[in-house]
């Protein structure tokens, strides 16, 4: 009986997509553990109880839900006043002011930016720059749309070097036409922070080549120790040139409330409201007060956060290293991005085993481009204790099945 | 500066879409007011103070949040237990059993499922039957996603008789090879609900000729006097034909928390789900334990907000009539259709007098079609004293300039 919808929009990039793996939807696969993380630990996303949203959150929520019809609703593109609160903000954040009216828009999560940003830039046949591994959403939007990906190589196995993207395949992909890159800065996956050369390349070849760019940089709040991060849009790139895509989901714990915003080039923030006024109308009106906390957390709060973080990543890197596992030390984010040793099992099935045995998820490398099987992705924003035993866990499963 | 992304997707739909008077959108034109209604009445959308929301709504939202990482993240389509709860109550009220693991997603508002529920029907090319007038976003959805609407009209005109769909020009619709349907049912922007008869005949064409019905029964609980609503997902309709739009923005004045839900053929909602991932991952965690109010209001809660609206409608029709008017009673919902009388200005000056002078916002009726451009929709969810008087300054204002 359910054929209709199959065959009526036959061939649709729709077709082709598998969401079962992919990060959160994990729990879909085995029908008796709830929503929730289960007993063990899921590294598929951060720990909203570990580390705990921005302490005014709910406060500010509350009194704009008391405000009543005044932040119910709001312009497609978000609260004026809100707006202005973050426009300033990420516009001293990222060493190039934001004006409010015309440079950004509140989104539903970093998500709904990524997909607005992509649709109001990328029609069908366009060829689309991305990297790998990077965010599985980048390809995903890119084929949803019936353009056309070439793949642009992060080089980050090495663990002793600094990651590196390879800038010649960037320009050959502009070369062979690709008019928009996308990509995320820290690395969602490996952690990798792109350096100000880098960067600087990249907005070189963007100008040399017209074309645009697309940077997700939900995490650079959260960079370690002596890492500088460089912001694309103080790099020299054009500001019609260049979207830049934040969000409170992550470093601030702020997921619960579904918030992002874009920031760049005003066509194209004009673009996406429109798109927007189809596919959302807005992020929910109340949750928009809650930005009012980001960039004003109390004195101490995000430094106190990255320092937690960076002990955990410590902690668990040692981990793998005494189990010779390869991994990279992430310079940003709370991604690490670790190769499985060889096994007598399939990675599908190490990763089926350590789930129902332990109750540990893991997000599956192929979730980040092809060649990543062995891979896994942990979110290691989590309860230190929780995150060390169950690392331990997972390494002495791979070393029992190791051959 | 600005014209690299639009010389990018040059012919994309989006350079068409003009969203400046669209229903939220009025205050953007004069930027000296701020986001809020100002100080007269903006019709454009419900007042929340005047109607609050579901009095258990916030304290929900509170105890989600409290619940920490269980309530952040949920699966694409929704916690499980919400969908257990909305999947009970929108079966009951729609005649029809919800199955709640595969008949049911949760979305950003409802706009958030009908955007997803076009997108994962129609594909480009495609010819989809709308109605005119009906809510403004189907055609621009249908005219983004690079389909062909056929459009079928809906005769309100005259007061005295029933609203009613022409069918004859549905079938010819579904015989040129519409395969997709999409109406709101109370309609929006007039008011009418359709009769059992109509309904019936509307799944039996659908049954006919292989097409599947989208139905945006958003207002389908507020319904006046002696009115019967008929529900087309039991009115012998496949379940893999039909998808139901609900949510509770509207009489429930939930629309600060952004949620919406689709019902029907499971290969849709599957569908939907997977888009649901690309373009904002999910409702937000905590505003889905919102849902938990909805059909679950305190007795009488519900009555009496209907019994209200019934005596602002009956109000503001009085004043319409006196001045000479056409306008339809609505049978359900919160919008009337007026048609504004010969005047020695336009209708757009007309509007814009309004706003500038006595600060009332009214939706252009073009947003709802070609040839509504001398209508005017008001959403008359408002204060009732603000309401009437404001409506008396509309109807003065248009006798003083009648010609």
Redesign the interface.
Known sequence: ??????S?????P??L?D?TS?P??E??LS?AV????GGGVDFS?G???AF?PIPAA?DR??R??AD?????????RG???IREHVAAHVGGFTGRPVDP?TEIIVT??T??AL?LALS?????G?KVAIVAPDYF?NS??VA?LRAQPISVTLNYEDAASPGELDLDRLESAFAAGA??FVYSNPNNPTGVVYSAEQTRGIAALAARY?A?VVVDQLYSRLIYGTTEFTHLRSSGI????CITLLGPSKTE?L????LGVAVG????ID?M???Q???????????QAVLETWFAEPKGWLDERIQQHQQIRDDLLGIFAASGFEVRSPEGGSYMFPRLPQMSVSAEEFRTSLRAEHGITVTPGAEFGAGYEHDIRLNFSQQRDKAVEAVSTLCGLATKLAR
């Open positions: 009986m359910d054929t209709t919808a199959n009526r929009a036959g061939g649709s729709l077709d997509l969401i992919a959160g939807q729990n879909s029908p709830t929503d929730g993380p996303h720990d909203v109880e705990t709910l929520y509350q704009a839900y009543g019809d005044r932040f119910a609703y709001s312009r497609y609260h004026r006043e009216a539903p999560g998500q709904g997909f109001s830039l990328v029609a069908p366009d959403a995903r939007i949803y008019k928009v017209g645009s054009g500001t019609d040139r714990s997921s619960g409330f579904r080039a005003p066509n194209v673009r409201e429109k798109l006024a189809l596919v959302s109308l807005r992020a929910a009106g109340y949750s």
